[in-house]
């Protein structure tokens, strides 16, 4: 109904009568596409930790930004890509896919594929052979803060 009166700009009785007519079925058409219920989205603690995450995600991507930055000026610095397969203990498809482009807009890493709770990461510099050391490397505080936001 925001967006109608946005898209309008007038609160006249019939245009406020076809934007709740409009909302209405809209609501029934696609309420059932929302990937988690709608009540949830209004819990004010998952909105106080999606604040604290655009700092963390925004400081983790200026990190990795510097660091690619270094490695393009110097190109003394051994690089070692490859893909790692790391898995993810979120549960939600919407946690998971947000934890998978976390992990790609961080320059340096990048998900190729998902498949449930496991997730194919090209890294730029792969610094160990461990699974367990490699995920925590590359999740970073993504996953912790996610799980408080979506699960």
């Known amino acids: 109904m925001a967006i109608w009166l946005l898209l309008t ?10 934007g709740v007519i409009l909302s209405f079925f809209a609501a029934i058409v696609f309420g ?3 990937p988690l219920a709608p009540v949830r989205l209004f819990n004010p603690r998952r909105w106080f930790w999606l604040l ?11 990190k990795a930004n510097i660091d690619v ?7 003394g610095l051994m ?14 498809e919407l946690a998971r896919t947000f934890l998978a482009n976390s992990i790609t807009l ?12 496991i997730l194919y ?3 730029i510099d792969v610094r160990t052979d461990d699974p367990d050391e490699a995920a925590r490397i ?4 993504f996953e912790r803060l996610l799980a408080r936001i979506f699960e």
């Not at 995450?53 to 983790?60: E, H, K, L, N, T």
């Not at 930055?69 to 190109?75: H, N, S, T, Y």
């Not at 690089?79 to 939600?92: C, D, E, F, H």
């Not at 961080?106 to 709770?117: F, I, L, N």
């Open 106 to 117: 961080t320059p340096g890493t990048m998900t190729v594929e998902m498949q449930g709770d």
């Open 52 to 62: 604290v995450y655009i700092p963390v995600f925004a400081y983790q991507c200026l």
């Open 138 to 141: 590359i999740k970073g505080p």
């Open 79 to 92: 690089l070692k890509p490859g893909i790692v397969k790391i898995r993810t203990s979120l549960k939600s």
């Open 32 to 34: 059932g596409e929302l």
């Open 69 to 75: 930055a270094l490695r393009v000026v110097a190109p």
């Open 121 to 123: 990461i090209h890294w």
């Open 9 to 18: 700009w007038s609160v006249r009785l019939p245009s406020l009568v076809a």
